[in-house]
C-alpha cells in the first residue's frame, strides 16, 4: 500500500516548508503520492514539478487551496491537476490575495488602537520571512511582540 497526501502546505501560504523541505517530508514518511494545496497561491508548484520530475517513486499532484465564501462563510476548495500558468486561475487567486490582505490590513488597523507597538504604516512595510511559518499577518503580530503563538492570535481576533 502506497501512502498519500494530498494536503500539505508550504511557506508560500501559512506552512514552513520550502519545496525542498515538502520532498524530504514525503522521503521521510514514505509517502509516494503528494499534493501542494497552499492558499490561493501556487507559488511552489513549478520547484516542486522541477524536483519530482525525474522521480519514478514519486508522483506529484500539482494543486491550490482556493478560498470561497458561501452565506457568509468562507470555505476552502481543494483543487488538484492544476494548470497553474492558466491566466483565469491566476487571477483568482490574485483576487482572493487582495481580498485577503484588504481583510488583514484592517485587523492590524483595528488592534492598532488597543497596541502601540503596531500599525497600518508599519504593516504595509513589514518583510514577512515565509520560514517562521503561519501567513504575514500572523508575523507581522510575532515580530512585533503582539503574540506568541496561534492562540493568541485567535484570541485577539476573535469578533473581529
Known sequence: ???VDLHIHSYASDGEWSPEDVIRHVDENDIKI???CDHDTTGCVPFLDE???NRDDLTFIKGVEVSSTYKGRE????T??????STELQA??????DIREAYNTEIVAY???????ISVDDYKGYVYNPYQGGWRTYGYFIDRG??????????MTKGF
Open 51 to 53: 524536483l519530482t520530475n
Open 80 to 85: 488538484y491537476n492544476i494548470d497553474e500558468t
Open 1 to 3: 500500500m502506497r501512502k
Open 75 to 78: 470555505l476552502h476548495i481543494l
Open 146 to 155: 503582539l503574540i506568541t503563538g496561534l492562540s493568541d492570535y485567535w484570541f
Open 34 to 36: 503528494f499534493a501542494v
Open 111 to 117: 488592534l492598532s488602537k488597543k497596541h502601540n507597538q
Open 92 to 97: 483568482i487567486l490574485k483576487a482572493n490575495i
